[in-house]
């Protein structure tokens, strides 16, 4: 069985790892990351690089079975809300868009804990404002994952990110914070890849540490 798996966000944290996975299992006979800069060349892993506000110019290039969608950024990196706006949800769900109307059938998308397109916090609002477009789309299948603080090593790193890094693991050993665990980069990659090969309902969700099960 051929399987075509296309990944956007690859350059960063989860996408990275989940590149490297994907480029080691057999399971997909051709992987596709849309980049904005190029990325160190793999042999299974065809990079096509192009400007994000320029995505319907590769269109074609969304032609595949799975979508594996990894971008994020925060305000800081981006320079602006609107920018961020424009990593976190319009480039994605343009993306998704893509992929849609070129026959994938099963979109597999971080997002984060908490996300809901009402929040009061904007990181948080934007994450469930990408959900409800997605969800619109009406995917064969739709996986959503929702992981507490990550860990691993950024390119750019978070400030804030990186000092919770330090605390949390050890304050999530108290009574009910267990669940709040933070969880690396790999771990959630590796739980893409497992739920891309496995059944699943039309939609379904994994929250915090749901995706260690």
């Known amino acids: 069985m051929e399987r075509h798996a296309i990944v956007i966000g690859a350059t960063g944290l989860i996408g990275s790892a989940l590149l490297s996975q994907l480029a080691s299992n057999s399971a997909f006979t051709r992987i596709t990351a849309i980049t904005r800069r190029p990325i160190s060349s793999t042999p299974r892993v065809h990079n096509i690089v192009v400007d994000f506000d320029q995505l319907d110019t590769v269109a074609d290039a969304f032609s ?37 109307a070129r026959g994938v059938k099963h ?15 904007a990181y948080l609002r934007m994450k469930g404002q990408l959900e409800d477009g997605v969800k619109a789309l009406c995917f064969e299948r739709l996986s959503l994952f929702q992981p507490s603080l990550l860990l691993g090593e950024r390119e750019h790193r978070r400030t804030g990110e990186y000092l919770a890094g330090k605390l949390m ?17 790999s771990e959630v990659a590796t739980k893409m890849i497992a739920r891309s090969l496995a059944q699943g ?11 260690f099960n």
Request: net charge positive; glycine share 6%.
């Open 201 to 211: 309902p039309a939609i379904e969700r994994f929250s915090l540490d749901e995706i």
């Open 64 to 100: 595949g079975d799975y979508l594996f969608c990894c971008m994020g950024t925060t305000r800081k990196q981006a320079g602006s809300l609107a920018a961020q706006y424009k990593v976190d949800v319009d480039y994605p769900l343009h993306a998704a868009t893509l992929a849609k």
């Open 169 to 185: 693991p050890a304050l999530c050993k108290l009574p009910g914070l267990k669940r709040y665990r933070p969880i690396s980069g």
């Open 107 to 121: 979109l597999l998308l971080v997002s984060s804990m908490s996300a809901d397109s009402r929040s009061r916090s």
